[in-house]
């Protein structure tokens, strides 16, 4: 059974910096892309970035030049730094999984989903 289990959100004020992590469990995931997307309140789940094929990354406009995706392989690990927050990054982040391993960032491109992390970035 695959899982995908996020962890490392939190309140932080504007300008500062958090790291999640999502941890993957349940079948291999060395030849797949992994992403975080992020839903606010009243929002649609929307794509934030993504990383495939070994290292290729994309990032949103929206937080390009602030996040930064990275994966550990053997630990079946994906993370996103998160920099220079402001408060429009408040929401909760997803980890996903696509089992092909090529770009895509819309939520019906993935196929296994984590629960979650609460961003909240106060002004």
């Known amino acids: 059974q695959v899982q995908l289990v996020e962890s490392g959100g939190g309140l932080v004020q504007a300008g500062g910096s958090l790291r999640l992590s999502c941890v993957a469990s349940?079948?291999?995931?060395?030849?797949?892309?992994m992403g975080w997307f992020r839903q606010a309140p009243g929002k649609e789940r929307e794509f934030v970035a993504v990383?495939?094929?070994?290292?290729?990354?994309y990032y949103s406009d929206s937080v390009k030049g602030r996040f930064t995706i990275s994966r550990d392989i053997g630990k079946q690990m994906v993370y996103l730094q998160m920099n220079s927050l402001i408060p429009e990054d408040t929401a909760v982040y997803y980890c996903?999984?696509?089992?092909?391993?090529?770009?895509?960032?819309?939520?019906?491109?993935?196929?296994?989903w984590g629960q979650g992390t609460q961003v909240t970035v106060s002004s």
């Open positions: 996903a999984v696509r089992s092909s391993d090529d770009y895509a960032n819309t939520p019906a491109d993935y196929d296994y």
């Open positions: 349940g079948r291999s995931f060395s030849s797949v892309a």
């Open positions: 990383s495939w094929r070994g290292g290729l990354t």
